[in-house]
């Protein structure tokens, strides 16, 4: 297992906040799905490849708890911690934080992976499922939060 989660930063532009410089509810997601992908292409695995192979993966289910606002110019941090990982789906908790290391924002989502023909889950390649599972930590009780 990785001893430290895969983070990427950000910098919260003038497109990212609404009218007050505070960054929109929904951009949260987009900084948290930038991360996911970003990690992934740790695997040498490219997206648009796969796409080409009609397999790729995609959002089930999500849930987000924002805790306080990112503001215009803030860095952000955004973690990617797989907290499970089967043959064809995983489930990823996520976190944003400023530069002043304070929690903005957390996130879990359950992805498959899917034959995108035929819409149906199938699994993933042995070396992408090595790859994540090396980032699954033993215990994930301290990263669940219940929200």
């Known amino acids: 297992m990785?001893?430290?989660?895969?983070?990427?930063?950000?910098?919260v532009y003038y497109e990212d906040t609404d009218a007050g410089g505070i960054v929109?509810?929904?951009?949260?997601?987009k900084f948290c799905e930038?991360?996911?992908?970003?990690?992934?292409?740790?695997m040498n695995m490219s997206q648009h490849e796969m796409l080409e192979q009609h397999k790729?993966?995609?959002?089930?289910?999500?849930?987000?708890?924002?805790?306080?606002?990112?503001k215009l110019d803030d860095l952000l941090t955004i973690t990617c911690i797989p907290t499970k990982a089967r043959f064809a789906s995983l489930k990823i908790f996520q976190q944003v934080y400023n530069q002043h290391q304070e929690l903005l924002f957390e996130f879990e989502c359950s992805i498959?992976?899917?034959?995108m023909l035929e819409k149906k889950p199938m699994p993933m390649p042995k070396e992408a499922l090595d790859y994540i599972k090396q980032?699954?930590?033993e215990d994930t009780t301290n990263l669940e939060v219940n929200f």
Do not use: D
Request: glycine share 6%; aromatic share 20%.
């Open 24 to 29: 929109y509810y929904a951009n949260y997601l």
């Open 56 to 70: 790729g993966f995609v959002i089930k289910n999500i849930k987000g708890n924002y805790i306080s606002s990112a």
């Open 34 to 42: 930038r991360a996911r992908t970003e990690w992934l292409r740790g």
């Open 135 to 137: 980032f699954v930590p």
């Open 2 to 11: 990785s001893t430290q989660p895969f983070t990427l930063n950000a910098r």
């Open 112 to 115: 498959a992976f899917l034959n």
